[in-house]
């Protein structure tokens, strides 16, 4: 006999970034985005952009650093996708158009 099990929901972190990943696609023309998630932590990977949605909200490294030498990062709430998504759009594209830069990673 044959048992189906149901798999869990996705995490709210989770729908997220696919709700970010699909409209990057969808939108911007970005494409090949791979989701990981590891308890309540989502990480949406898009070549050098790593993006993290954790504790309700979605941010990403600036690729510039601050004065205390750590990485400064673009915070937006978790439920704003879309404008998550063009600002995410945004620094893919910096990344992708000059050579010398480079993601910082952070978290």
Same mark, same amino acid.
Do not use: C, F
């Given at each position: 006999?044959?048992?189906?099990?149901?798999?869990?929901?996705? +995490? @709210?972190?989770?729908?997220?970034?696919? =709700?970010?990943?699909?409209?990057?696609?969808?939108?911007?023309? /970005?494409?090949?985005? =791979?989701?990981?998630?590891y308890r309540g932590?989502?990480?949406l990977?898009?070549?050098?952009? +790593?993006?993290?949605f954790?504790a309700?909200?979605?941010?990403?490294?600036?690729?510039?650093?601050?004065?205390?030498?750590k990485p400064? /990062?673009?915070?937006?709430?978790?439920?704003?996708?879309? =404008?998550?998504a063009?600002? /995410?759009? =945004?620094?893919? @594209?910096?990344?992708r158009g000059?050579v010398g830069?480079?993601?910082?990673?952070?978290?």
């Open positions: 006999m044959t048992y189906l099990t149901a798999s869990r929901p996705p +995490s @709210r972190e989770e729908s997220a970034a696919r =709700q970010v990943d699909a409209h990057l696609s969808a939108t911007h023309n /970005i494409r090949g985005g =791979q989701i990981r998630t932590v989502a990480l990977r898009l070549g050098d952009v +790593s993006v993290w954790r309700g909200k979605i941010s990403w490294s600036t690729g510039e650093l601050g004065t205390d030498g400064k /990062i673009t915070v937006i709430l978790l439920h704003e996708t879309a =404008q998550a063009a600002k /995410i759009a =945004q620094r893919y @594209r910096e990344l000059h830069l480079h993601a910082v990673r952070i978290g």
